[in-house]
């Protein structure tokens, strides 16, 4: 439906949208697998909002991400060899699209809000649970890089339940 008035169109569609037969079936698959949204920070500072993570148990535990290669981030933890990674929570959104380049930063994505300064890159203040890392390896996989990395440190708290990403927009678990 459009209304034509003065000055343009009014569409009740999305004028810009992917049409169905576009999209990517594999970012649609990926979609419908929940994922925690986290925060990776390394010295510099740097950081991104990752989904696309695993942590795997084993002497010594890793963490795993996919991430962008061409991003800050990626650029930081190459140099510094360290990062840290953050799960968020609910009321994290405005955090997550901010370092996901979603949300406007005005003075840099570490202006607003307060950080703990770690050997492995800022983490939020007051986060309850954060694990400090180093890179062993990375490589190329699918459009981003594969980067493995050994735990060195971990803090776990009593934090509540995870921010999730699914479909494309967060939830929360109830």
């Given at each position: 439906?459009?209304t034509?008035?003065?000055g ?13 037969t576009g999209k990517s079936?594999?970012?649609r ?7 925690t949204v986290t925060l990776w ?9 990752v989904s696309?993570a695993?942590?795997a148990?084993?002497d010594?535990?890793r ?5 962008d ?6 650029e930081?933890v190459?140099?510094a060899?360290r990062?840290?990674?953050?799960p968020l929570a609910?009321?994290?959104?405005q ?5 996901a ?7 840099g994505l ?10 492995y ?5 007051g986060?309850?649970t954060?694990?400090?890392?180093v890179?062993?390896?990375s490589?190329p ?32 678990l109830?």
């Open positions: 439906m459009t034509d008035e003065p343009g169109r009014i569409h009740s569609t999305d004028p810009f949208a992917v049409p169905e079936q594999v970012r698959l990926r979609g419908r697998f929940a994922a920070t390394a010295p510099g500072p740097a950081g991104l909002t696309s695993m942590i148990d084993g010594p535990g963490v795993l991400g996919l991430i290669e061409e991003s800050d981030f990626w930081a190459s140099a060899g990062f840290a990674v953050t609910p009321d994290d959104r955090l997550a699209d901010r370092f380049g979603l949300f406007p930063a005005p003075g570490f202006a607003s809000g307060e950080w703990e300064q770690t050997a890159g800022p983490v939020p203040a986060a309850a954060w694990a400090g890392c890179l062993d390896s490589r996989c699918g459009w981003a890089v594969l980067l493995d990395g050994v735990i060195e440190r971990v803090r776990t708290g009593s934090g509540g339940p995870p921010l999730v990403h699914y479909r494309g927009r967060y939830t929360e109830v």
